[in-house]
Each structure stands twice: as C-alpha cells, then as structure tokens.
C-alpha cells in the first residue's frame, strides 16, 4: 500500500502545476534570476519586499519598469528575484532587467501575444537594456603596461 500512496502523491503534484516563468536578467557578473507565477502583486529581491532595495539612490532603477507599466500590470503576479555576483549598480541592473524579461514571458505564455508586443514596446522604446543584456565585459590587463591598453612610459635614458 506505501508503493500506490507514493503514487499518489507524485499524481497530486504533478497535476497542481502553477502559471510560471523563469527569467533571467545579466550585467557585467551579476546574474538575478525572476521566478514570475500567478498571485496577488508581490515583488521581492532576496526575499525582502522591492521598496527596501540599497542602495536609495538606484531603487528608482529597479522600480522603472512598474513605474512604466503601471502597476495594475504587475498585480496578477508574484515576482521573487534571485541575485548574485557583480557590485551594487550591476545587481540593480540585473535585477530590473530580470523582472522586466519575466513580465513579458508570462505575459507570451499565459495571457496573449498582443499584451506581451505592447508591453515589449514600452519598455524597449524608453530603454533596450531593459530587455537586452549588455555585451560589455571587463578587459583583462596584459604585460608592458598598467591596464589593458596602457603602456609603461618609454624613456631613452
């Protein structure tokens, strides 16, 4: 009788399958990942509320893309972030990148694909690193000098 209770179990869970996406955003080396589900309009950063994100100065660059969207967008969702690596601005970056690419999967999955182009046009029309990763990357340093393109100071005597 365990072996069919297992079963079960399994079956129970399987058929519970909740509206989510998974979505990550990128800057430099910080990584935040946004699990976006159904529910009733929470944003968290490590599992603090968005409001306390540090430092002051950047949270209104995390709250952008609520501020773009308006908020009854966002109040469907539940939208918890990950981050990781990188300094202060770089997780900030990620992390409004990440919430704005989860918005418009959930939106491509599970509302319609007219919602997804608009909110996409929005976003993209104030700012394109909301939606697309920047490529730049730090340079390494090389020999013969005290960076990457700097040389050492050539003297003939």
Do not use: W
Request: aromatic share 8%.
């Amino acid at each position: 009788p365990n072996q069919s209770h297992g079963a079960a179990m399994a079956e129970t869970k399987a058929t519970k399958e909740v509206d989510s996406v998974q979505c990550f955003g990128r800057k430099k080396t910080a990584v935040a990942v946004a699990y976006c589900k159904r529910g009733k309009g929470l944003i968290k950063v490590n599992g603090q509320p968005v409001e306390y994100v540090k430092p002051e100065g950047l949270r209104d660059k995390v709250l952008e893309p609520i501020f773009l969207l308006g908020y009854p967008r966002f109040k469907g969702v539940d939208i918890r972030v990950r981050v990781r690596g990188g300094g202060y601005t770089a997780q900030i970056y990620a992390i409004r990148q990440a919430i704005c690419k989860a918005i418009v999967a959930f939106n491509q999955k599970y509302v319609d694909e007219a919602t997804k182009m608009e909110i996409k046009d929005i976003l993209m029309s104030y700012d394109r690193s909301l939606l697309v990763a920047d490529p730049r990357r730090c340079e390494p340093k090389k020999f013969g000098g005290r960076s990457a393109r700097a040389r050492f100071q050539k003297s003939y005597r």
